[in-house]
């Protein structure tokens, strides 16, 4: 069909309206149809719009940029930068709070919020499409400061060499992804690309020690 391996296909909620209780109106409700137009989401009660490509579960993009600068012969500072651009995730989370056990904002007060994210939740995940966001970030994965003693200090130890390194790691995340953790993968799940429960990368400080005799 043309479509990346592992794509993301699901029903999408296009347009719907809320009655004065902020329940969707199930009749108003029209879903994309693949080919730039909409159709009626139901026909009676059973869900007849189709599902439609969202994008791909596996990053289209991917790589690193890493640097290490040395300053005044003995000191040196490292900075590794990497990302993934391009891929999709479910944010089952999401799903979870708002379509399952109905405890999320959105379920409290809808009249705020947009109504075709409304009816979407309102179905539990039979209009997926709500759930599958862009899942694209950079990480500023590793800094790191990196100081070799001198030659005479080492051998004071019985080193021919020794230097000292401080590093950061998992620093700062830079993304548009709402959920807990854009890197997560939910095990055993028939999702490719799912989150769930995961704990965020932590940010992890080292104080190393190298010697070499």
């Known amino acids: 069909m043309g479509y990346p391996l592992g794509s993301w296909f699901h029903v999408k909620v296009a347009d719907a309206q809320l009655d004065a209780d902020g329940k969707p109106i199930r009749t108003s409700m029209m879903c994309e149809d693949g080919v730039g137009g909409t159709v009626p989401c139901f026909t009676g009660s059973v869900i007849t719009a189709p599902r439609v ?29 990497d990302f993934k651009l391009g891929g999709k995730k479910w944010d ?43 899942a694209s970030f950079a990480k500023l994965r590793e ?14 130890i019985g080193a021919s060499r020794a230097s000292v390194s401080f ?15 854009v890197e997560a993968m939910f095990s055993g799940s028939s999702y490719v690309m799912q989150e769930q429960n995961q704990i965020p990368q932590l940010r992890q400080f080292t104080f190393t020690t190298n010697l070499t005799f």
């Open 143 to 156: 800094v790191s400061v990196s100081y070799a003693l001198p030659d005479d200090l080492a051998a004071k």
């Open 92 to 134: 089952h989370n999401l799903r979870i709070r708002c379509s399952l056990y109905y405890i999320c904002r959105e379920n409290q007060y809808p009249l705020e919020y947009s109504p075709v994210d409304i009816a979407a939740y309102a179905n539990s995940a039979s209009f997926g499409a709500a759930y599958i966001k862009g």
């Open 53 to 81: 490509p969202l994008g791909r579960t596996i990053p289209k993009w991917e790589g690193a940029f890493s640097s290490t600068l040395t300053l005044f012969k003995n000191w040196s500072v490292y900075g590794l930068v």
């Open 167 to 181: 590093a950061g790691r998992n620093l700062m995340t830079f993304t548009g992804y709402k959920g807990m953790e």
